[in-house]
C-alpha cells in the first residue's frame, strides 16, 4: 500500500461494510472503535514503516469479515437465525410484519362496519402476523442452511467494495417493500384466495374473482414464482448498491418470475368464468360492466404486459445503473 490515503480508504470501506449489520445504538462509537482498533493493529505490525496491502489483509483476516465482526457487537442471544444474518432477518421481518398487520387491521375494520365481527377480525390480523413471521423466517433459515454467501467481497483477500456515494446505494426501503408485498400475496393467494373478490348487494354471498379450486392446486408454483421475486429482492438489500450479482439475479429473477407468470396466467385456467356474469347480474356495479366474452384470458393478458413491462423496466434500470456505478473492485 503506497500511501496513508488508501490505507484510510480500505479502513473506510471495511468499517462501512461492518456498520450496515450492526444493530446497536451507540454505531458511531463502535466505528470510532473498530478504526482505532485497525490502526493500533497496524501500528504494532509495521512498527514504524510504511502499512502494505499484505499487512491490511492480515488485520482485517484477524478481525474476522465484516458481518462477523458485528455480530460480535450484536446481542447473539436473541438470535433465531445465525449471528451474521439476524440483523438483516429482523429487519426485514419487522417491516413485513408491520405491513401485514396494517392491512389486515384496514380489512378488519371494513369487516367490523359490514357485519360487526370485530374479535374474528383481530384473530386474522394474528394468523396474519403469524404467517408473515413463518415465511420470512422460512426464507432466512433456507439461506442459513444452504450456507449462501451474502457479503459483497471476496472470500480470503477481504476485497472491499468503495463506500458507496448516495446516488449509487439501493434504499432499503425499496427491496423491504418488495419483500413485504411478496410475502403478502404468497399468504393471500395460497391461504385465502377465495377472500379475493366482491361481496354481492345483498351480503349474503361473497363473489371470488378465482377459480379457487385450480389456485390451490398450483399453489407450489405460486409459492416458487413469489419466492424468486423474493430471493431477487433479498440480493438488493444485502447489497445496498448497484452491483455485478445485483444486476444477474434481476435479469434471471426476472426472466424467471415473468416465465412462471405465463405459465400460471396462460396455461391453468385460474379466473372464475361466472365472475363478470354474476357480478353484473348483483347490481353491485351501477352500470353493467362488459368485457370479451372470455374475461379470463383477457385478463391474464393484461396481467402478462403489464408483468413484462415492469420485469424490462426494472431489468433495464438496473444494468443502466451497475454500468454507471459498479466498481471494479
Excluded at 450484536?74 to 410484519?97: E, M, Q
Excluded at 457479503?151 to 418488495?178: H, T, Y
Excluded at 349474503?204 to 430471493?231: A, E, K, N, Y
Amino acid at each position: 500500500m503506497d500511501s496513508q490515503y488508501s490505507v484510510t480508504e480500505q479502513m473506510n470501506r471495511y468499517v462501512y461494510q461492518v456498520s450496515r449489520f450492526l444493530m446497536v445504538k451507540n454505531k458511531e462509537d463502535i466505528e470510532k472503535e473498530i478504526r482505532s482498533l485497525i490502526d493500533d493493529m497496524l501500528e504494532t505490525k509495521c512498527q514504524g514503516r510504511e502499512a502494505t496491502q499484505k499487512d491490511l489483509d492480515e488485520v482485517f483476516t484477524e478481525l474476522g469479515k465484516p458481518m462477523e465482526l458485528a455480530a460480535k457487537y450484536n446481542d447473539s442471544k436473541r438470535y433465531l437465525i445465525g449471528p451474521a444474518l439476524f440483523p438483516l432477518y429482523f429487519r426485514v421481518l419487522g417491516y413485513v410484519t408491520i405491513v401485514v398487520v396494517i392491512l389486515s387491521f384496514i380489512s378488519m375494520l371494513v369487516s367490523a362496519v359490514k357485519y360487526g365481527a370485530i374479535w374474528n377480525g383481530f384473530g386474522g390480523i394474528f394468523n396474519a402476523a403469524l404467517s408473515a413471521f413463518a415465511v420470512v423466517t422460512i426464507i432466512f433459515a433456507v439461506i442459513e442452511w444452504r450456507g449462501l454467501s451474502l457479503e459483497s467481497f471476496g472470500e480470503a483477500d477481504f476485497k472491499l467494495p468503495p463506500v458507496p456515494k448516495k446516488n449509487e446505494r439501493i434504499s432499503r426501503a425499496e427491496p423491504i417493500v418488495g419483500i413485504a408485498f411478496g410475502v403478502i400475496f404468497i399468504l393471500l393467494l395460497v391461504t385465502i384466495p377465495e377472500c379475493i373478490g366482491v361481496w354481492l348487494n345483498d351480503q349474503s354471498r361473497f363473489l371470488s374473482v378465482f377459480d379457487v379450486d385450480v389456485i390451490r392446486s398450483i399453489s407450489g408454483i405460486i409459492i416458487l414464482s413469489i419466492g424468486i421475486s423474493i430471493v431477487k429482492e433479498v440480493f438488493r438489500l444485502v447489497d445496498g448498491r448497484y452491483t455485478i450479482r445485483v444486476m444477474i439475479s434481476t435479469i434471471i429473477c426476472g426472466v424467471l418470475t415473468f416465465s412462471l407468470a405465463v405459465l400460471i396466467l396462460k396455461g391453468f385456467p385460474i379466473w372464475n368464468a361466472n365472475f363478470l356474469t354474476e357480478l353484473n347480474a348483483s347490481n353491485v356495479m351501477e352500470d353493467t360492466l362488459h368485457a370479451p366474452e372470455n374475461w379470463g384470458m383477457f385478463a391474464s393478458n393484461i396481467l402478462l404486459a403489464l408483468t413484462a413491462f415492469v420485469t424490462v423496466v426494472e431489468i433495464i434500470k438496473t444494468v443502466f445503473r451497475t454500468v454507471q456505478y459498479a466498481h471494479n473492485d
